[in-house]
């Protein structure tokens, strides 16, 4: 399989994260969002990504898959071990539920694209782009702590899962924007346990091999 990925993709860093609890093999493509214009929107990429975003997972048979919650429920589904997803439907839905608070509510505001939009048609300084980073992170975050357990080392249960998963990536772009995480102690604490797990550890943006440092 080839992940099509951004270092520093919170969406990319979700799938990486999915594709090694699974103990699959991958081959890391590179796209720079940055460089050459952007080069999720050449069309060589287009072609398989339509949305211009990342990641795309290109299976073996060549049939890409895009939006990465998507691509973790179908590694999910097809390799089901260790599960990502509860099979009772009640836990499951509430898991999904937090997963999405981050990657339905948060993120997409907090796209690389907005942040450029609100700079070049509205004049946001980097500051203000950081401000308001940071704003729809913590509000994300006040329902996230409300909606995990509180008696697990994870986010509901033993094992990590989706809500993990979205968890730490976006405790990633938290920490770029300087997020002040003191009233999130909970999720801190499950972002650490998650981190200390070689799954998790090996997909940190800073252990991609398009890394920036």
């Given amino acids: 399989m080839r992940l099509y990925s951004y270092w520093r993709s919170t969406a990319a860093y979700r799938v990486r994260i999915a594709l090694n609890m699974k103990g699959l093999e991958y081959e890391t493509v ?3 969002l940055l460089e050459d214009g952007g080069q999720q929107h050449a069309p060589d ?3 398989l990504n339509p949305s211009h975003l990342v990641p795309t997972l290109v299976l073996d048979d060549g049939t890409p898959l895009t939006q990465s919650l998507a691509i973790c429920e179908y590694l999910d589904i097809t390799n089901p071990e260790p599960p990502l997803l509860p099979t009772d439907p009640i836990e499951r839905a ?10 339905a509510d948060v993120h997409p505001v907090n796209n690389l ?3 450029q939009h609100l700079e070049a048609r509205f004049g946001a300084s980097r500051e203000d782009s950081a401000e308001w980073m940071r704003h729809w992170t913590g509000k994300g975050f006040d329902a996230l702590q409300q909606m995990v357990r509180d008696d697990t080392p994870f986010a509901f249960g033993d094992a990590p899962g989706f809500a993990d998963i979205c968890l730490v990536a976006q405790y990633y772009n938290a920490r770029r924007w300087d997020l002040n995480l003191t009233p ?13 797990l070689p799954a998790f550890d090996a997909a940190r943006p800073e252990n991609q091999p398009d890394a920036q440092i």
């Fill in 94 to 103: 509430h898991v999904k539920a937090a997963a999405l608070v981050l990657a």
């Fill in 30 to 32: 590179p796209v720079h």
């Fill in 184 to 196: 999130f102690a909970r999720l801190t604490g499950i972002e650490q346990n998650c981190l200390a």
């Fill in 113 to 115: 694209r907005v942040v």
């Fill in 45 to 47: 990429y287009v072609a």
